[in-house]
C-alpha cells in the first residue's frame, strides 16, 4: 500500500501524464528559441527602421518593392533556384533509381560516388567549376583547340554557370531525398507488370513515376530552398554583375552598412522560401494521401 502511494506521488512530481509526453520537446524548442526565434524577431524589428532611428516606418519595404533593381534580384532569385531544382531532380532520379533497384557490386561504388561532392567544400567545388568554365577555362581551351568554335563561349559569369554550379552541390541531397521515395515502391509492382506485358518504359511511366512524385516533390522543394539562401557559388560563378538575394544582403550588410535594408531583404526571402516549402509540402501530403486511398 505504501509503495503504491509512493509511485503515485511520484507520478505527481513529474505532473499528469499528458505534460510529461511533452517534456522531451523542451530543450529542442528552447534551442530553437534563443537561437532562431530571437533572432529572427530581432531581424524583423529592425527591417521596419531606418538607420539611425529607432521609429516604426514601411520606407525599408517600400524601396525594396519600388526599386527595379532589388525586384530584379528577387525575380533572378526563383528563375536561378527554379531552374536548379529542376536540373537537381531530373539527373538525380536515375541516379536514385539505379541505387534503389541494383544489387550489381558496383551498387557502393556509385553511392560513394554520389556523396562524394559533399566531402569538399562549397568554395573548393564551386573554383573548380570556374576554372572549367571561364573563358580560359577548359571547356573553352578544348573546343577552340578543336576548332568547334572560334572565341570562348560565356559559360561563367552568367545564370549558366550558377546553375550549373549549385545543381552540383545540391544534386547529393537529391540523390538521398529520392532514393527513400524510391525504396518505398514495392520492386514487385514492377515484375507484375512486366510479366503481364508491359515495357520498361511503360513500367516506369505509370507505376514508379507517380509512385514517387511525393519524392519529386520533395526533392524540387529541398534544391529550390537550398539554392535560393546559396550565397558562395551565385558570388563566384555568377561574378560581380549577377545579384541575387544572397549576395544583395551580403553587400548591403559589409559594403553599405544598412542593416535595414538588408533585414528587408532576409524577410522576403524567407517569407518565400517559407510560402513555397508550404505550398510543396501540402502538395506533398496531398499525393501522398491519395496514392494511399
Not at 9 to 22: C, T
Not at 84 to 102: D, E, K, W
Not at 132 to 142: H, K, M, S, T
Not at 201 to 221: A, D, E, K, Q
Request: net charge positive; with cysteine.
Amino acid at each position: 500500500m505504501s509503495s503504491i502511494a509512493l509511485k503515485a506521488g511520484g507520478g505527481r512530481l513529474f505532473g499528469p501524464a499528458p505534460l510529461r509526453q511533452y517534456l522531451p520537446l523542451f530543450p529542442p524548442s528552447l534551442v530553437l528559441l534563443v537561437f532562431f526565434a530571437i533572432p529572427m524577431g530581432m531581424m524583423v524589428g529592425l527591417s521596419f527602421q531606418q538607420q539611425g532611428s529607432t521609429a516604426f516606418t514601411l520606407a525599408s519595404y517600400g524601396r525594396f518593392f519600388g526599386d527595379p533593381f532589388t525586384l530584379a534580384g528577387l525575380a533572378r532569385t526563383v528563375a536561378m533556384s527554379g531552374l536548379v531544382a529542376i536540373c537537381v531532380t531530373l539527373m538525380a532520379y536515375p541516379v536514385a533509381y539505379y541505387l534503389a533497384r541494383s544489387r550489381s557490386r558496383w551498387r557502393p561504388v556509385v553511392f560513394a560516388l554520389a556523396i562524394a561532392p559533399e566531402l569538399a567544400g562549397v568554395v573548393l567545388r564551386t573554383y573548380g567549376w570556374l576554372i572549367i568554365l571561364e573563358d580560359q577555362g577548359f571547356i573553352n581551351n578544348a573546343l577552340i583547340w578543336l576548332g568547334v568554335v572560334a572565341e570562348p563561349l560565356p559559360l561563367a559569369k552568367n545564370m549558366f554557370g550558377v546553375v550549373v554550379g549549385l545543381t552540383h552541390v545540391i544534386l547529393p541531397f537529391g540523390i538521398l531525398s529520392l532514393l527513400t521515395s524510391l525504396q518505398g515502391v514495392d520492386p514487385n509492382l514492377e515484375k507484375s507488370a512486366q510479366i503481364l506485358g508491359a515495357s520498361r518504359v511503360s513500367v516506369l511511366r505509370h507505376i514508379v513515376v507517380p509512385l514517387t512524385v511525393p519524392g519529386i516533390v520533395s526533392s524540387i522543394l529541398l534544391a529550390f530552398t537550398m539554392s535560393a539562401s546559396a550565397y558562395a557559388t551565385p558570388a563566384i560563378l555568377g561574378g560581380a554583375g549577377f545579384k541575387v538575394l544572397a549576395t544583395m544582403i551580403y553587400e548591403q550588410v559589409l559594403f553599405y552598412i544598412d542593416w535595414s535594408f538588408a533585414a528587408v531583404m532576409a524577410n522576403v526571402l524567407l517569407v518565400m522560401m517559407l510560402a513555397i516549402a508550404f505550398a510543396g509540402s501540402r502538395l506533398e501530403a496531398r499525393l501522398h494521401k491519395k496514392l494511399h486511398v
